[in-house]
């Protein structure tokens, strides 16, 4: 039954593989929880769960759950919170379904969790970023192959710098979601839905040079970005090694404990505002579908606002305080 909701969403509702392989790991764990067992096949799949057993599952069930995660696995309200969203969307689907009789989660009350504010990149790690490419780029003493990867991953930091793209996104790209002649990029976000993006003509004669050496290497591949496996074959890029060049090159630069390509999203999306976007403009172009998810960044730029202010009211600009007048 549980592998059934699963091939809803990812099938019906477009759900991403990512959320989709979060609810099964969520739902898996409920299983061992109960004592059912780890239903998880070798295929990756959930075995059959017996109607019986789902309708014998009752709120003290999911409440004891919820506390053992807390107590024993020491998972944060966020994380309790989001297995319990998963199984709230199960009992949703197996009531239309006619698979049980009541949705035993619609009176368990979540843990409250606090939103934590994205981290981003200065602008000056941003510029630092591009020099340091631009000089390796300049002065490369490899081959083909090596300048090839250089070229790439230069274009993956701007790329996810300027558009604000998802790593999922990014890695879905294909040759003909790329428009070099209009500038602009075509994404499917979540749930396949489509986005365009436009792109400066700096990133699209980077775009250019990165195809060309490309070329050099591999015809016609599956994907837009590729990297080579250990055959020496040409193959599909994945989230780890995109990950792994993020990670390395924005280490580079960034004292931030955290280097991953989801920080360029953030930090996509906090340049914008900081330069005067509206926040709808900002919130089409990350594809959010809700304005509340995209109004965290306008807490990152408070900053911003406070130092504008203060250089700007007449009454804020670190005037002295008139002296009294001696009698």
């Given at each position: 039954?549980?592998?059934?909701?699963?091939?809803?969403?990812?099938?019906?509702?477009?759900?991403?593989?990512?959320?989709?392989?979060?609810?099964?790991?969520?739902?898996?764990?409920?299983?061992?929880?109960?004592?059912?067992?780890?239903?998880?096949?070798?295929?990756?799949?959930?075995?059959?769960?017996?109607?019986?057993?789902?309708?014998?599952?009752?709120?003290?069930?999911?409440?004891?759950?919820?506390?053992?995660?807390?107590?024993?696995?020491?998972?944060?309200?966020?994380?309790?919170?989001?297995?319990?969203?998963?199984?709230?969307?199960?009992?949703?689907?197996?009531?239309?379904?006619?698979?049980?009789?009541?949705?035993?989660?619609?009176?368990?009350?979540?843990?409250?969790?606090?939103?934590?504010?994205?981290?981003?990149?200065?602008?000056?790690?941003?510029?630092?970023?591009?020099?340091?490419?631009?000089?390796?780029?300049?002065?490369?003493?490899?081959?083909a192959d090596d300048i090839f990867g250089a070229l790439r991953d230069a274009l993956i930091i701007e790329m996810l710098y300027q558009t604000?793209?998802?790593?999922?996104?990014?890695?879905?790209?294909?040759?003909?979601?790329?428009?070099?002649?209009?500038?602009?990029?075509?994404?499917?976000?979540?749930?396949?839905?489509?986005?365009?993006?436009?792109v400066g003509e700096g990133l699209v004669a980077q775009i250019r040079d990165y195809l060309e050496e490309r070329e050099r290497l591999i015809?016609?591949?599956?994907?837009?970005?590729?990297?080579?496996?250990?055959?020496?074959?040409?193959?599909?890029?994945?989230?780890?090694?995109?990950?792994?060049?993020?990670?390395?090159?924005?280490?580079?630069?960034?004292?931030?404990?955290?280097?991953?390509?989801?920080?360029?999203?953030?930090?996509?999306?906090?340049?914008?505002?900081?330069?005067?976007?509206?926040?709808?403009?900002?919130?089409?172009l990350l594809g959010h579908a809700s304005l509340s998810t995209t109004q965290v960044y306008t807490h990152t730029t408070f900053d911003q606002?406070?130092?504008?202010?203060?250089?700007?009211?007449?009454?804020?600009?670190?005037?002295?305080?008139?002296?009294?007048?001696?009698?």
């Amino acid at each position: 039954m549980i592998q059934h909701f699963l091939d809803y969403i990812a099938i019906e509702r477009k759900y991403s593989p990512r959320t989709v392989e979060a609810y099964r790991d969520d739902l898996r764990d409920l299983c061992r929880f109960l004592g059912w067992g780890d239903p998880l096949t070798d295929e990756g799949i959930l075995a059959p769960v017996s109607e019986e057993k789902i309708r014998g599952i009752g709120e003290d069930d999911v409440k004891t759950w919820m506390l053992e995660m807390v107590e024993k696995q020491k998972q944060s309200p966020r994380s309790v919170k989001r297995r319990l969203s998963a199984l709230r969307s199960f009992y949703k689907w197996a009531l239309r379904q006619g698979l049980v009789n009541r949705d035993i989660t619609r009176r368990i009350i979540s843990p409250k969790a606090d939103k934590p504010l994205p981290v981003f990149f200065r602008e000056t790690e941003m510029e630092a970023a591009e020099k340091n490419y631009e000089l390796k780029i300049k002065n490369y003493e490899g081959g083909a192959d090596d300048i090839f990867g250089a070229l790439r991953d230069a274009l993956i930091i701007e790329m996810l710098y300027q558009t604000g793209m998802r790593q999922a996104e990014l890695l879905g790209l294909t040759d003909s979601d790329i428009d070099l002649a209009q500038g602009q990029i075509r994404v499917f976000g979540k749930r396949r839905k489509e986005r365009v993006i436009p792109v400066g003509e700096g990133l699209v004669a980077q775009i250019r040079d990165y195809l060309e050496e490309r070329e050099r290497l591999i015809p016609a591949p599956q994907t837009f970005f590729v990297k080579q496996n250990r055959a020496g074959e040409m193959v599909p890029m994945t989230k780890n090694t995109l990950y792994t060049i993020v990670r390395t090159r924005m280490g580079e630069v960034s004292t931030l404990k955290k280097h991953s390509p989801h920080v360029l999203r953030h930090t996509f999306a906090t340049a914008m505002l900081d330069n005067g976007a509206d926040i709808r403009t900002i919130q089409a172009l990350l594809g959010h579908a809700s304005l509340s998810t995209t109004q965290v960044y306008t807490h990152t730029t408070f900053d911003q606002i406070k130092r504008v202010y203060m250089a700007t009211h007449p009454r804020a600009k670190g005037q002295s305080k008139p002296e009294k007048q001696e009698k």
